[in-house]
């Protein structure tokens, strides 16, 4: 759910707009976390007297609206005091979370008027139903990340298939998932097949295939300007950002990724050149 400059069909206490004036609502969320669930410590208040005699009559709640688009988890949490808590399970979110807190009507308002009205107001009442919007506080998100995510490893945020399709090319990458797919064309993934098999020339393929790719994501990290929060979104990047800031590159601070983006991305996944080299000379030995 995205709360913007929309239009209600009756005024709406918000920060964005005029409906109610001299007036403000303010809700903060504080969160912990156990191994296995997530708790919220919400705290709500507003100046409106109007809204606050509505709460007090339990005819208005406070709300706060969590969505994941991960895990299509969507649910809202609900009391008429102020301060109040609640708590759900871990594995319900991962990734974004979209909260979006309201004061709701709790049930059916048949003549709806607040002294705090804006003067065009004077005069109007509104039929609100229940479950309507009274008042919005901002947007805000938070990023909830697993204990345990198998795709941790840098190589594992790397997937290898087939391109199938018409005059595919030899080498691409698709970097819009969770994943990075790396895409080869139908002869090159089965060459890629038949060597995966050899251990002693796993290295080898980290330096024909994985390194071009995330040489190529590194440069993008890199030269980011306001892509941030997009990329946020993508679990891949949050690895490379972690794996990145145990290097002492912050994604943020574009002076600290001084290094060259082939020196980085050869630590990131282990310097797998020198065993390249060293499995070829080997391999050569054999024959």
């Known amino acids: 759910m995205q709360i913007n400059y929309r239009q209600y069909p009756h005024p709406v206490l918000s920060y964005f707009a005029d409906d109610v004036i001299d007036s403000d609502f303010q809700a903060s969320l504080k969160s912990s976390k156990t191994q296995n669930t997530y708790i919220f410590e919400a705290q709500c208040v507003t100046s409106s007297d109007g809204i606050n005699q509505l709460i007090e009559e339990k005819k208005a709640c406070f709300a706060f609206h969590f969505e994941c688009s991960t895990t299509r988890y969507r649910k809202l949490f609900k009391s008429f005091d102020s301060d109040f808590s609640f708590q759900l399970s871990a594995d319900s979110l ?3 979370v979209q909260i979006c807190s309201f004061i709701l009507a709790a049930e059916n308002v048949e003549q709806y008027s607040l002294p705090e009205f804006h003067p065009d107001y004077e005069g109007h009442t509104f ?4 479950g309507d919007v009274l008042a919005v506080d901002a947007e805000r998100t938070f990023f909830a990340e697993k204990e345990y995510d198998p795709l941790k490893r840098v190589p594992s945020i790397f997937s290898v298939q087939p391109n199938r399709g018409e005059n595919a090319p030899p080498f691409d990458m698709d970097s819009s998932g969770h994943k990075i797919i790396i895409k080869l064309s139908a002869d090159n993934f089965e060459y890629y097949k038949t060597i995966s098999l050899n251990q002693n020339l796993q290295p080898l393929l980290s ?7 995330l040489v190529s994501i590194l440069e ?4 980011s300007v306001d892509q941030e929060v997009e990329l946020e979104e993508c679990r891949w ?3 490379i950002r972690s794996r990145l800031k145990e290097l002492g590159i ?3 601070n574009k002076s600290t990724f001084s290094d060259s983006t082939v020196a980085v991305a050869q630590k990131l996944i282990g310097e797998p050149l020198n065993t390249s080299l060293l499995a070829l000379i080997n391999f050569e030995d054999e024959d």
């Not at 039929?127 to 229940?130: A, D, S």
């Not at 993008?220 to 030269?223: A, D, G, P, R, S």
């Open 94 to 96: 991962e990734g974004k």
């Open 127 to 130: 039929y609100i139903k229940k």
């Open 207 to 213: 330096s024909l295939i994985i390194m071009p790719a």
């Open 220 to 223: 993008i990290i890199k030269n």
């Open 237 to 239: 990047y949050r690895v």
């Open 250 to 252: 912050e994604t943020e």
